[in-house]
């Protein structure tokens, strides 16, 4: 069964409110679009590094998810590292679905 972050990331791909693959995200926190990350825990410990140092600097949220598997089919594509939300909305929800 999906969990309820999975069908909300999946509807804002929909509504093309995400961003996937690692250069497009690095561009997409630098621009200060992205509004939150989510980042596979099985990512390499490089990637996880760049992205969160990136994070940090520019203050953007960042949550892990359990593996790239999951994150690619919640947004129907297959295998990704990480996501970007580009929405404030569904960044605030997601959020708090998260931080439950």
């Known amino acids: ?20 693959g690692e250069e497009l995200v690095l561009k997409e926190i ?4 992205a509004k939150m990350i989510l980042l ?4 390499s410990a490089n990637t996880k590094k760049k992205l969160i140092d990136k994070c940090s600097y520019y203050q953007v949220p960042y949550y892990t998810v359990p593996d790239r598997t ?7 594509k297959e295998q990704r590292v990480t996501v ?12 708090t679905l998260f931080d439950q």
């Open 84 to 95: 970007a939300v580009i929405d404030n909305g569904f960044a605030e929800k997601m959020k």
């Open 30 to 33: 630098r621009s200060q679009r």
């Open 1 to 20: 069964m999906k969990s309820r972050w999975n069908s909300l990331l999946g509807l804002a791909n929909r509504a093309g409110k995400c961003v996937s």
């Open 70 to 76: 999951e994150l690619g089919n919640a947004i129907g």
């Open 40 to 43: 596979a825990e099985d990512a």
